[in-house]
């Protein structure tokens, strides 16, 4: 079990920026697959990006050009940068991870993004 605590959501106007944070407990952040998810009201939870231990990068094509997901190993905490938001983007986003196939997640951050 990882324990995670998000950080870093809000509401921000279309057009705009924000940073979410994820930090994780343990010692083994290095070799642990992160990603970020997303849940909007009445809509399934999807996959947003992720980045695994070794640093190979995924993006949901909906957010491709305009997130970026990064990782600090040496602070055990994962990013989420959101630039170019669009008020599809609202929802509240997951900090997941992964290992050895068991999925840790933490207890979300909301992200309102208006018109």
């Known amino acids: 079990q990882v324990w995670l605590v998000e950080s870093g959501g809000g509401l921000v106007q279309a057009g705009g920026s924000l940073r979410l944070s994820c930090a994780a407990s343990?010692?083994?952040?290095?070799?642990?697959?992160m990603g970020w998810y997303r849940q909007a009201p009445g809509k399934q939870r999807e996959l947003v990006a992720t980045v695994a231990a070794r640093g190979s990068l995924f993006y949901a094509d909906s957010v491709k050009g305009r997130f970026t997901i990064s990782r600090d190993n040496a602070k055990s905490t994962v990013y989420l940068q959101m630039n170019s938001l669009k008020p599809e983007d609202t929802a509240v986003y997951y900090c997941n991870a992964r290992r050895g196939g068991v999925d840790s997640w933490g207890q979300g951050t909301q992200v309102t993004v208006s018109s």
């Open positions: 343990g010692s083994m952040f290095s070799t642990t697959g």
